[in-house]
């Protein structure tokens, strides 16, 4: 079992306040009906959720997202303030398999609506791209107790990968990253809060429109930009890329697996160095949110540079873009300098 290192007492000290903050603004529009009271009170497990919720929701929803910019999402533990704001929320959105301590409390809340992206598009197994990957993260082998999980997921999720995390944990959850996928959760959410609210269903139904045409045109921008490349790999600290890759023709390869900021074997380096120089690779990619202390040491090592993919787990001053769409077209820039894009 993969130990997690412990996230810094600021960021629970942050965590903390955002749970009061959440906590307060429920009881006082519960009690009140004034604020955010005539709106769907939305929590969101992370920014890839927040930004579906808030850009479908619109000025019918008031977000609050479980996890503080710059908290790695992987890490959450979340206070009991949290936990109890998740029950008092009108609609819950999430993705399972990525915090444990968020699906756990979900699944103990009672909250009628809540809605697993995993189950509004079909996962994927990329396990097998990284060697001696880890999913420490998606250690809960009781997942299957969701009664809403759609069958598709599950067929998707219980193909597994060698590791012993229980019949789901070989499914790769960074389905965000790439547009085709989102655009189908961006469709499911817009669905979903049509149902929850229905007296605002035409708004939901016409931002969810807009912003998957937004999703369709990125995806374009990535399909044209990645075309024609002197490479097809590319490396990085972070396996989230798999869907991404799958998607353009590319080739991921891990330096550590899921964990940022696990430490690669000797092996996987020189495995990695063979790599690159028979694929031509220019670039280790490192991430916003972890330590590029790794992405270095391998670059020096192979003689290769150093940039940034960004997981889009987080939004931070550090993000190359204010929103999502911002930092995948940054994502795009990246990648076409690194794969030598014509």
């Excluded at 519960?30 to 005539?38: E, I, K």
């Excluded at 940022?260 to 670039?283: D, F, N, S, W």
Aim: hydrophobic residues 35%; contains cysteine; glycine residues 10%.
């Amino acid at each position: 079992m993969n130990v997690r290192r412990l996230i810094p007492t600021t960021a629970v000290a942050g965590a903390v306040v955002l749970g009061l903050t959440a906590l307060s603004a429920c009881s006082t529009s519960d009690a009140a009906d004034g604020g955010n009271g005539d709106k769907l009170k939305v929590t969101a497990s992370f920014y890839p959720m927040q930004f579906l919720a808030e850009r479908i929701g619109g000025e019918h929803v008031a977000v609050t997202s479980l996890t503080k910019p710059g908290v790695e999402p992987h890490d959450l533990e979340l206070t009991p303030r949290q936990i109890g704001s998740i029950s008092e929320s009108d609609y819950v959105l999430y993705l399972k398999g990525i915090q444990p301590a968020v699906d756990d409390a979900i699944k103990q809340s009672g909250v009628k609506n809540t809605v697993d992206a995993a189950t509004l598009t079909t996962l994927e197994n990329h396990g097998a791209e990284v060697s001696g990957h880890d999913h420490g993260h998606e250690e809960e082998a009781h997942e299957g107790e969701h009664g809403h999980e759609g069958e598709e997921a599950h067929e998707e999720h219980s193909e597994g990968d060698g590791h012993n995390h229980g019949e789901e944990g070989g499914a790769d959850p960074h389905i965000w990253l790439d547009p085709v996928k989102y655009a189908e959760v961006a469709k499911g959410v817009g669905k979903s809060l049509e149902k929850a609210d229905p007296d605002h269903a035409a708004d939901y139904k016409k931002n969810t429109e807009a912003l998957v045409g937004e999703l369709n045109k990125l995806n374009t921008a990535y399909e044209t930009g990645l075309k024609n490349t002197a490479t097809k790999t590319f490396i990085t600290t972070h396996s989230a890329f798999g869907y991404l890759a799958e998607r353009y023709g590319l080739t991921q390869q891990g330096i550590a697996g899921i964990d940022p900021e696990a430490e690669p074997t000797p092996a996987r380096i020189q495995e990695l160095h063979t790599v690159a120089e028979k694929e031509k690779a220019t670039t280790v990619f490192f991430e916003t949110l972890a330590s590029d202390k790794t992405a270095k040491t391998l670059a020096k090592d192979t003689g290769l540079k150093t940039g940034v993919l960004d997981p889009l787990e987080g939004i931070t001053k550090k993000s190359q873009g204010a929103d999502y769409i911002e930092v995948m077209e940054s994502n795009l820039a990246a990648l076409q300098k690194a794969l030598g894009a014509k």
